[in-house]
């Protein structure tokens, strides 16, 4: 069973620049969460999907948003990007078939901002 | 919001011996505690998790603990061997949203 895909593993943009991160989820899980890691931050919530409707929103500015697609597979945007911006983002699997679920993440997507 | 601590946050123990990370949350309402693993490079990997109806969960050399009175839990690593060096988080949540600890680096010394 494949796992979780992101693409890409890495990016560099500048200031300004907006960005677009893909997650393709395991096969059959039907919600994909978004978290951002940093060293001083940590791992934070961003948001989750759940059949293309967006059921939790962490605490992020609107320059962070994201969809999910009939096929399950979701992408997140980054508008007008900051240095503090550069995290790996990391995007999680559920199967969504149950009230609580395991998250199984992928390998995350290196961004760095210039 | 939930709020997750996580203790100690750097570990160090001799091949063999046993390791033991700490978690306390500060929701009542969290429900699921799961434990990951994350290597350099890649993303955190699930190792273990307990919903709040278990009191104590075990998979081979690995355990986790919960006291929801306490509001805390715990991982234990029985045996350690080099390839449990990584980093290690606590989470928990009482939705889809984990709330994660800050993470413990284990390095297991041979």
């Known amino acids: 069973k494949a796992g979780v895909t992101q693409t890409p593993r890495y990016l560099i943009k500048t200031r300004g620049q907006q960005v677009t991160l893909s997650c393709s989820p395991i096969s059959g899980h039907r919600s994909v969460s978004w978290y951002q890691q940093t060293p001083g931050q940590g791992l934070q919530f961003l948001f989750e999907?759940?059949?293309?409707?967006?059921?939790n929103k962490g605490n992020f500015p609107g320059r962070f948003s994201g969809r999910q697609f009939s096929n399950s597979r979701s992408e997140m945007n980054v508008s007008t990007l900051e240095l503090g911006d550069s995290a790996l983002y990391l995007c999680?699997?559920?199967?969504?078939?149950?009230?609580?679920?395991?998250?199984?993440f992928g390998p995350g997507t290196r961004l760095t901002v210039l | 919001g939930e709020n997750v601590e996580q203790h100690p946050s750097t570990l160090s123990v001799q091949e063999g011996d046993s390791a033991v990370i700490k978690c306390t949350y500060s929701?009542?309402?969290?429900?699921?505690f799961p434990w990951y693993k994350q290597e350099l490079g890649k993303g955190p990997q699930l190792i273990i998790d307990i919903r709040s109806n278990v009191g104590e969960k075990k998979d081979q050399r690995i355990a986790v603990t919960l006291n929801k009175t306490a509001k805390h839990f715990s991982l234990h690593i029985t045996e350690t061997q080099p390839e449990d060096s990584a980093v290690y988080f606590c989470?928990?949540?009482?939705?889809?949203?984990?709330?994660f600890g800050a993470g413990t680096t284990v390095t297991v010394r041979a």
């Open positions: 999907y759940f059949s293309e409707t967006q059921r």
């Open positions: 999680a699997s559920i199967p969504g078939t149950a009230t609580y679920n395991e998250q199984f």
């Open positions: 929701d009542s309402a969290s429900n699921y």
């Open positions: 989470a928990a949540s009482d939705d889809y949203k984990l709330s």
